[in-house]
């Protein structure tokens, strides 16, 4: 005989689950808690989780290679000369108003000069041949042996410009 057929013939009526319903009663109070169980070993690493969003800018931890609190950085540092080396014995030579170094920051030479830059003759180099950039804002002419004929074209687009660009007087009425 079932536990639910017992219960029929002890006087319970209704269908088997209205009599499982009836075996649960009301809550207890709660008990007090066990003791802490054994911590077993860690498990697997869970799946990445998302990017979160950028904090705040703070202080910079380091700069071209230096860290610490205040970071002052050379020329050496940026790739750059001191300015103390311009025109200074072992530094960089300065040019003077027409794009050359002065004599006087040039070393002294006795002898013959066979080729610059793999050039013979009247050699007059431009700031490409050497791997620098022009610093003139008229541009880059190529000079050649014939450098005669490039400063007169200089000379005279200089002229052109300047007579294009300069404003006209109005003119008077008849």
């Not at 000369?81 to 040019?95: D, F, M």
Request: charged letters at 15%.
């Amino acid at each position: 005989m079932s536990p639910y057929e017992a219960a029929a013939t002890e006087g319970f009526t209704g269908a088997p689950a209205d009599w499982l319903a009836s075996l649960v009663g009301p809550r207890d109070p709660e008990g007090q808690r066990g003791p802490t169980g054994t911590r077993d070993k860690p498990g697997l690493q869970g799946a990445r989780g998302e990017r979160g969003t950028p904090g705040v800018d703070g202080p910079v931890p380091s700069g071209n290679g230096h860290s610490a609190a205040e970071v002052t950085l050379t020329a050496a540092d940026v790739g750059a000369i001191p300015t103390a080396a311009a025109g200074a014995p072992g530094g960089v030579a300065q040019l003077d108003d027409t794009g050359r170094a002065p004599a006087t920051q040039l070393p002294s030479f006795t002898g013959t000069v066979a080729s610059i830059n793999n050039m013979t003759g009247a050699v007059q180099l431009t700031a490409s041949d050497v791997g620098a950039l022009a610093t003139s804002t008229l541009g880059a002419f190529v000079m050649s042996q014939r450098c005669a004929e490039v400063r007169d074209f200089r000379e005279e687009e200089t002229a052109r410009l300047t007579a294009l660009y300069q404003p006209t007087a109005a003119p008077t009425p008849h």
